[in-house]
């Protein structure tokens, strides 16, 4: 155990310092933070914008951050946590002291996590801060409301990354096999009949929504064919957090036993 906790700290700390010096750690900074922009933009083209800030506010978190900048973020960092050392031949070098392999991927996803979660914080208290400057949104009495939306992206974060992470290991094309589950499965299921929404991780971030004392604005839903129709099966909040956190646990465990199973080439084998 001393030498599982000894690997992930050194492999976490080290996977950490690598992510900070990127370039495309501080490229995805500013794209997450564009958000910030669009209140001064509303105010200055559409003052009038002020006097529903609140649910534009919130329009914005859960539409741009926890639907879309949350998942993207996982997408880019998951699935290249491990399949970049892969393809490059270079994670036998982390194998080579005898190190536990499962050590070595929770210390990458434990790294992918702080980073992640560490930027789009940053981002959703900015963009807090320019609602509050130029639409003058109220700051007291929303900050259950950031807390809750700051929670809920950390959870969801966790889910699809956990969710790239496996994926990474499992196929050599983990960018589109991801997307199209993420940007495809998930954005189509709402045409499918049955309880196929409950093979999505969408469902359940959805359902875990912070309550809200306005009416929330919703995506304009697509009228299909009355043989098309599906009757929607809600799940409670307890339901919901525990199977993301079922399945972020069981795609960790996907991803530990696929890299303990394998065996990896090294730059040299590869002719």
Same mark, same amino acid.
């Given at each position: !155990?001393g030498?599982f906790?000894?690997?992930?700290a050194?492999i976490?700390t080290f996977?950490t310092y690598?992510?900070l010096r990127?370039?495309r750690?501080?490229? !995805?900074a500013a794209?997450i933070?564009?958000? +910030?922009?669009?209140?001064p933009l ?6 009038? &914008?002020a ?11 859960q539409? !741009?951050?926890?639907?879309t900048l949350?998942?993207l973020t996982?997408?880019?960092y998951?699935? =290249?946590?491990?399949? /970049?050392e892969?393809?490059?031949?270079t994670?036998?070098l982390?194998l080579s002291?005898? +190190?536990?392999?499962?050590a070595?991927v929770?210390?990458k996803?434990a790294?992918? *996590?702080?980073?992640?979660i560490?930027?789009?914080l +940053? ?5 807090? @801060? =320019? ?7 109220p ?8 807390g809750?939306?700051?929670?809920? &992206? @950390?959870?969801?974060?966790l ?5 790239c992470? @496996? ?12 997307a199209?589950f ?11 009949p049955?309880?196929a929404?409950?093979?999505?991780l969408?469902k359940?971030v ?5 309550e @809200?004392t306005?009416?929330?604005v919703?995506?304009?839903k697509v009228d299909?064919?009355?043989?098309l129709m599906r009757a929607v ?5 307890g339901? =919901?957090l525990c199977?993301? +956190?079922a399945?972020t646990?069981?795609?960790?465990i996907?991803?530990c036993?696929?890299v303990r *199973?394998? /065996?990896f080439a090294?730059a040299?084998?590869?002719?």
């Amino acid at each position: !155990m001393g030498l599982f906790a000894k690997v992930f700290a050194s492999i976490a700390t080290f996977t950490t310092y690598l992510y900070l010096r990127r370039r495309r750690t501080w490229i !995805m900074a500013a794209l997450i933070a564009l958000p +910030a922009l669009l209140p001064p933009l509303g105010a200055y083209y559409r003052p009038e &914008i002020a006097e529903e800030n609140i649910e534009v506010f919130d329009a914005v978190v859960q539409f !741009m951050y926890l639907l879309t900048l949350t998942p993207l973020t996982a997408l880019v960092y998951g699935c =290249s946590l491990l399949s /970049e050392e892969i393809e490059g031949r270079t994670l036998p070098l982390l194998l080579s002291r005898a +190190a536990p392999r499962s050590a070595i991927v929770l210390g990458k996803y434990a790294a992918f *996590s702080v980073v992640s979660i560490a930027l789009l914080l +940053a981002s959703v208290l900015l963009t807090f @801060a =320019s609602f509050a400057y130029f639409l003058k949104l109220p700051v007291g009495e929303n900050l259950a409301l950031v807390g809750r939306y700051v929670l809920l &992206i @950390a959870i969801t974060l966790l889910a699809y990354g956990a969710f790239c992470v @496996a994926i990474s290991t499992l196929t050599r094309r983990p960018v589109v096999v991801s997307a199209l589950f993420i940007f495809g499965w998930e954005k189509l299921v709402v045409a499918l009949p049955g309880y196929a929404d409950f093979l999505t991780l969408q469902k359940y971030v959805l359902r875990l929504l912070p309550e @809200a004392t306005f009416n929330r604005v919703e995506i304009e839903k697509v009228d299909l064919p009355p043989e098309l129709m599906r009757a929607v099966y809600p799940v409670s909040e307890g339901f =919901s957090l525990c199977a993301l +956190a079922a399945t972020t646990a069981v795609f960790l465990i996907v991803a530990c036993l696929v890299v303990r *199973s394998r /065996e990896f080439a090294t730059a040299g084998d590869a002719g």
